[in-house]
DNA sequence: GTTCTAAATGAGAACGATTGTCAATCTCAC
DNA sequence: GTGAGATTGACAATCGTTCTCATTTAGAAC
């Protein structure tokens, strides 16, 4: 029946909705700012569930996969997520206290698609991303760990 | 003995000049574009180094720390390091050669640290790098890995 | 040149994040 | 309700990186 939906979603396999990926789903909705996987694992159990930690790994990476998730790689090279629905844009991150602040920059957006076009580049992605101390932390006058 | 030393010198302890540091100084400004650790390791080993992974580290860890080395992660979670001696600047990477292109952007500069100031944050820092396929690889027309 | 001390090294174990495997479970179209 | 196959969880495997520690070595003092 209705054999022309093959046409709709010809590649994608369809995809279940389980009570897991909607709990990190939710989880990760909940969450300010960026969490990783094991964070996100380990608030899940906390709260009750019982999901896995490579089903929290999987359900990140198809969320972020599908737009619904912001991924970047943290100083220390661990996958930070974070929900988002507010389409593309790029965050300004307090190195001592964690801190993340959405910005949205056009003139970088275009910026980078000008650039990669000069030198020939399709397909052009960009990471962009501030880290600093927020007011806050630079009022403690506290050094940060570094 | 010779106690006011201490006074002198308190918290950089000597740092001495090993062959091995210097061959992973020379083997990094020898390589065009972003190299892993791993990678430079055993590029060094092929040219007959006996230098340990865990010293290409170390190495690599410091001239990151003095500024003479650039270092960024790439998507996969990677280090990755460069020889960098023309200050700050940013890069275009393809991601099926790793071709690397530097690019400097004195905009973005500007952007990031009004953008930073505007929300209060100080000693702002930046990651700005520009993933895509060079214009062989898209003339190739091959798909890429992802 | 010889001696001495602490910095640096290398080998490999340890570690932490992530991915793969696979039998068991659960969703959903029928 | 039933069945096919997507999804799961537990755990092993993998990969990049850091730590440990006995040994070597640079560089200052003699």
Redesign the pocket.
């Known amino acids: ?1 209705t054999p022309d939906l093959e046409n709709t979603a010809p590649r994608t ?9 909607e709990a990190v789903r939710e989880a990760l909705a909940d969450t300010e700012g960026f969490v ?3 964070a996100l694992h380990s608030q899940l159990q906390r709260a009750g569930s ?6 929290v ?3 990140l ?1 198809t969320l972020a996969a599908a737009g619904d998730a912001d991924t970047l790689q943290s100083p220390e ?3 930070l997520y974070r929900a988002c629905s507010t389409g593309h844009h790029h965050h300004l991150i307090c190195r001592n206290c964690g801190l993340t602040v959405e910005i949205s920059a056009d003139s970088v957006e275009s910026w980078a698609q000008q650039v990669a076009a000069e030198h020939g580049f399709t397909r052009a992605a960009h990471v962009v991303d501030v880290f600093g101390l927020c007011a806050e932390c630079s009022a403690d006058g506290r050094r940060p760990v570094e």
């Open positions: 029946m396999a369809v995809q279940r909705t389980t009570k897991q990926r990783s996987a094991q019982t999901v896995g930690l490579a089903t790994y999987r359900a990476g090279g661990e996958a």
